[in-house]
């Protein structure tokens, strides 16, 4: 069982900052993907930034050029860095993990944390 831990929600004003931190334990040979999204209130969850094992990322273009993906492969840990927050930025945020474990594939969310930024 592979379990995922996230932290580093909160409230923040518009144009802050925020770091959230996802960590991977258990049974994990390898890592191949590691990804946020964030849902909110009535909108479907959507994907924000996503990093291979190789370090490529993507983001949505909502947030392209404030926010940045980056991960510890030592630390089996994904990091999502948010700068210039807007209130729209705010949701519940999720890591999603995607990788090998001894018993075969792994596709692992975390609990969420929320965000949120006022106006």
């Known amino acids: 069982q592979v379990q995922l831990a996230e932290s580093g929600g909160g409230l923040v004003q518009a144009g802050g900052s925020l770091r959230l931190s996802c960590a991977a334990s258990?049974?994990?040979?390898?890592?191949?993907?590691m990804a946020w999204y964030r849902q909110a209130p009535g909108n479907q969850r959507e994907e924000v930034a996503i990093?291979?094992?190789?370090?490529?990322?993507n983001y949505a273009g909502s947030v392209k050029g404030r926010f940045t993906i980056s991960r510890d492969n030592a630390k089996n840990t994904m990091y999502l860095q948010m700068n210039s927050l807007k209130p729209e930025d705010t949701a519940v945020y999720y890591c999603n993990v995607y990788g090998m474990r001894p018993t075969g594939e792994f596709y692992s969310w975390g609990q969420g944390t929320q965000v949120t930024v006022s106006s």
């Open positions: 258990g049974s994990i040979f390898s890592i191949r993907t």
């Open positions: 990093i291979t094992n190789s370090g490529s990322t």
